[in-house]
């Protein structure tokens, strides 16, 4: 199947396209600060990447994630109440790994070493409005059925 992910900065959209064709929009929030691709901007970066690993698959909607693991929480309103400041990594992970050199692979500007995400947040967040801290989120439904649909490999383009 020939994939492509398409994610607009400004429109806070992840499109999927399969054989050139739209399949699906989907709202996303991506980073607070805009987008960049240096290490330590907490921005978006840019440009042409794939998903690099797809992690998460048997986890129960709202699994709590740190550092690419499942923590055995499972996120909820006391949680958050508990740790008001956590970056919250939900459901599903796409990792994603640039595709051009000196832009967003190797060196300070390597997508996979800052660890940028497609990921699942809380209900509570608004999608269609910049808020995250570098990576794309998305609603946990919406992220479980874009998961399903693509493959390790899909190309993923990140445009401003």
Known sequence: MNQTIVISIQDQQLRLFSQNELVKTYSVSTALKGSGNLKGSYQTPLGLHYIRAKIGADQPVNSVFVGRRPTGEVYSPQLAQAQPERDWILTRILWLCGREIGINRLGKVDTMQRYIYIHGTPDSEPMGVPRSHGCIR???????????????????????
Do not use: S
């Open 138 to 160: 998305m609603r946990n439904e919406e992220l479980i059925e874009l998961f399903d649909h693509v493959a390790c490999g899909v190309p993923v383009e990140i445009v401003a």
